[in-house]
């Protein structure tokens, strides 16, 4: 059977999610936020929450982020992002509210809002993607940054006697009261993205049904700010991140 | 409460019945002295229970401003207030509602600085509030209660033109104000909008895609220059609308004057009793009290000053207002400063003697 | 005997070469497309050995720009 047989409506079996529009993304090739991005806007479209639905973006490489999804947004200042959505969710309860987030924006400058939104249980949800460096500003040392590794400003390795130790967050939000759902993912592998995107499900289904706060934090690559193929970032994520961000739920209250 | 009845309360107090009587949909703040009664009685008055208004404690200053940006890029009508240390942080989250042209409210009630400062009374916060504060070349509308009675009707006012501008305004009190208790009338109730009147009112507003309409997005951000000239430019242009159509201020005893007082808030009712000390002991004194302190009334005071024989700018700061004061009137007659630091209130007699010193000599 | 059958298109103006897919791809159906670049500067992928595609949607699952659409039918052997 010739392949021009095969390509047609009825044999659709995958396509770019529907609210993702045709703006050619500025990431990275190979970047992990692209295939977040998709995740978001399937997960969105498959609740039927397209009319219901605020994102707020980062300061960071995903700033852009309201360029790609056909939903509407807010653009908070660096690390607002939890306060920004605790105003909107507070003032629309009945809408789909999350932020999406880096490790800078999340584990640095907003650590303070990050953690007292989580606390306070807002319903909303953080995807907090965790790349332990600076993508945007070209490759600094993150809070998540792991002991050893090089960056534009730990060049000889991150030491924690000059630069403290990588910070968990998500390990911390596990233990605050208001959190209903924490869980690390990776979107490295079919297998990996196919729960990831379980995970998303079910942190902005535990938001609606006003369980508390949740946090899907994604283990992700920065091949850029890695200098490695993205291959082989996934490779380097896999050996090195894993072991310190150790995937999986860490917290699962839902009962979704 | 019945409508018209007249009542006795605080100046912060005032501040939340009337949040809650014009339709207020959210507040969101941090305590600090000397306006925490703000938040104690929203707290105390449960409107959530009454008009479903939200009243949040915030973890910092910078968070409440942040979920005022969040409210109002999602076209409600929210609230905050500090002092001037909490102001000062909140000016990141200023600038960028200014960027993004929301239409917040924040109430400044000042006190002394520079740094923690005092928690005495203070109108030292002028240059923040009317040069914009933050980063980038921008303004908020500032309004400057000088009674109770004020504090009260501006809150309605700072939301009116908040929305009609998509512009920040600030309500610029102080200690005084905030903590001396009078007489009031309450506003009269209005109900929070609907859905649908946001929605009509503010089209632009984040707060759920309809599918007749492209997405709406809350940015300051725009990575190219040219767009982001016009930005500046269309900006630029409101503040220009606004200068022309949102002057507010007030004159007392000016017509037969040969000096005028220039002061606002707290500072202009101390300026009434030295107008009256003045008289008393001949000397013919008017006051003009800017009420918008930005728009600033330029051309209002140029026109007063002119056929006088001086002006004594009287504010509780090291001579701040003066410096709008000298720029309306450009040398047509001289413009002296009188001011008290530190959280001092000057007495009236105080102000009748620097007119004395500093303009009849 | 039937067995699934598969076709991809990639849209190569978005596809910025990252050949993410290349790795996920069961099959080996996917290649760099050699010596081309598309209107932004980037090299792209191409299904060099469509033949091979099973539209088991790896490729189109990993790639982080929603390049690749895929197509799938049961035929018999």
């Known amino acids: 059977m010739a392949v021009n047989d095969i390509i047609a409506p009825e044999n659709l079996v995958y396509q770019k999610p529907k609210l993702m529009n045709d703006t050619t993304m500025h990431y990275c090739p190979g970047c992990s936020h692209g295939v977040v991005h998709k995740l978001v806007a399937e997960v969105i479209a498959d609740?039927?929450?397209?009319?219901?639905?605020?994102?707020?973006c980062p300061v960071g490489c995903a700033v852009f982020a309201y360029r790609y999804l056909d939903i509407d947004w807010q653009e908070a200042a660096h690390g607002r992002a939890p306060a920004v959505a605790t105003g909107v969710k507070r003032m629309w309860p009945d809408r789909l509210v999350f932020t999406y987030q880096g490790d800078g924006d999340l584990a640095c400058i907003g650590t303070a809002e990050t953690i007292h939104a989580l606390n306070r249980g807002e319903n909303i949800t953080i995807i907090f993607i965790n790349n332990a460096i600076y993508?945007?500003?070209?490759?600094?040392?993150?809070?998540?940054?792991?002991i050893g590794q090089k960056t534009a400003t730990c060049p000889y390795g991150r030491n924690p006697d000059i630069h403290g130790y990588p910070l968990n967050m998500t390990d911390l939000a596990s233990r605050l009261?208001?959190?209903?759902?924490?869980?690390?993912?990776?979107?490295?592998?079919v297998a990996s993205i196919t729960k990831a995107k379980k995970a998303i499900r079910k942190a902005f289904e535990a938001s609606m049904q006003g369980k508390g706060s949740s946090l899907v934090e994604i283990v992700a690559t920065c091949n850029s700010g890695w200098k490695l193929t993205p291959a082989q970032a996934n490779e380097w994520m896999r050996e090195n991140m894993f072991p310190h961000y150790v995937k999986g739920d860490l917290k699962d209250t839902t009962g979704i | 409460m019945a409508e018209k009845e007249v009542m006795l309360m605080k100046g912060n107090e005032a501040i939340a019945h009337a949040a809650i009587r014009c339709g207020t949909d959210g507040y969101f703040g941090y305590p600090i002295t000397p306006q925490s009664e703000i938040i104690e009685t929203l707290a105390e008055l449960k409107p959530w229970e009454t008009t479903g208004m939200v009243v949040l404690q915030a973890e910092s200053e910078t968070a409440s401003i942040n979920m005022i940006y969040g409210g109002a890029g999602a076209g409600k009508r929210v609230l905050t207030s500090s002092s001037s240390p909490g102001i000062a942080l909140m000016q990141e989250g200023i600038s960028y509602m200014a960027g993004a042209e929301l239409p917040g409210v924040f109430i400044n009630v000042q006190r002394g600085g520079p740094g923690l400062g005092t928690i005495q009374p203070s109108q030292s916060d002028y240059f923040q509030a009317t040069r914009g504060g933050g980063n980038g070349d921008y303004n908020v509308i500032v309004l400057a209660p000088n009674s109770?009675?004020?504090?009260?009707?501006?809150?309605?006012?700072?939301?009116e033109l908040a929305f009609k501008y998509r512009n920040p305004a600030m309500i610029l009190s102080d200690g005084v104000i905030g903590q001396m208790m009078e007489k009031i009338i309450l506003p009269p109730m209005k109900p929070r909008r609907t859905e649908e009147e946001i929605r009509k009112e503010?089209?632009?507003?984040?707060m759920g895609r309809k599918a007749d309409r492209n997405p709406n997005i809350i940015t300051s951000l725009e990575l190219k220059s040219e767009v982001m000239e016009q930005r500046n430019i269309h900006l630029q242009e409101k503040y220009k609308t606004i200068r022309e159509n949102e002057v507010r201020y007030e004159t007392r005893n000016c017509e037969d004057a040969?000096?005028?007082i220039v002061s606002f808030g707290s500072a202009?009712?101390?300026?009434e009793k030295a107008v009256e000390l003045a008289r008393e002991q001949g000397i013919k004194v008017g006051l003009f009290r800017p009420i918008t302190l930005w728009p600033f009334p330029s051309k209002e005071i140029l026109e007063l000053a002119k056929s006088k024989k001086g002006v004594l700018v009287s504010e509780i700061n090291a001579g701040q207002m003066v410096q709008d004061v000298r720029l309306a009137v450009n040398g047509a007659v001289p413009v002296e400063h009188f001011g008290r630091l530190g959280g001092i209130v000057p007495d009236p007699e105080e102000i009748v003697e620097a007119l004395k010193e500093k303009l009849i000599k | 005997m039937s067995k699934m059958k598969g076709a991809i298109v990639v849209n190569t103006d978005r596809c910025k070469g990252c050949q993410l897919c290349i790795v996920a791809c069961p099959k080996d159906v996917i290649a760099l497309a050699q010596k081309k670049v598309n209107v932004h500067g980037y090299p792209y992928v191409e299904?060099?050995?469509?033949?091979?595609?099973?539209?088991?949607?790896?490729?189109?699952?990993?790639?982080?720009?929603?390049?690749i659409t895929v197509y799938r039918k049961k035929v018999e052997a």
Do not use: H, N
């Open chain 1, 135 to 146: 993508g945007m500003t070209g490759g600094q040392m993150a809070p998540t940054t792991l």
């Open chain 3, 47 to 67: 299904p060099a050995q469509a033949d091979l595609c099973i539209g088991c949607v790896a490729c189109a699952t990993v790639c982080p720009d929603g390049c």
């Open chain 2, 202 to 206: 503010c089209p632009w507003a984040a």
């Open chain 1, 177 to 189: 009261e208001g959190t209903c759902f924490v869980t690390r993912q990776s979107v490295d592998t």
């Open chain 2, 148 to 159: 109770v009675q004020e504090m009260a009707d501006f809150v309605d006012l700072a939301f």
């Open chain 2, 268 to 271: 202009a009712r101390i300026g």
């Open chain 1, 47 to 56: 609740m039927e929450m397209e009319e219901k639905t605020v994102g707020v």
């Open chain 2, 258 to 260: 040969d000096y005028i």
